[in-house]
């Protein structure tokens, strides 16, 4: 199982019980996340190695955004979609 954060998305990746759990209360209650929850849970839960990504044309280097990276990993990793 790889929790890297730069998997592939044609890679099989069975998520840990807290990011399944972490992913329910996501889904049943999208209000109460934080952050800093999400953040907790990532580190804690997912290997991460910097990188360097960009998002409708604004570029971070590896040294920044580090947050946003982590968190846009983690949702293309385990296929969250963003939803208005």
Avoid: H
Wanted: aromatic share 8%; charged share 20%; net charge negative.
């Amino acid at each position: 199982m790889s929790t890297d954060l730069g998997a592939s998305l044609g890679t099989y990746f069975e998520p840990p019980e807290a990011v399944k759990t972490f992913l329910a209360q996501l889904k049943e209650k999208p209000e109460s996340m934080t952050f800093e929850g999400t953040m907790a849970m990532i580190e804690a839960e997912c290997e991460y190695m910097k990188k360097s990504f960009s998002v409708n044309g604004l570029a971070s280097t590896s040294d920044q955004n580090q947050g946003s990276c982590k968190i846009l990993s983690f949702a293309r990793l385990v296929g969250l979609t963003l939803v208005l």
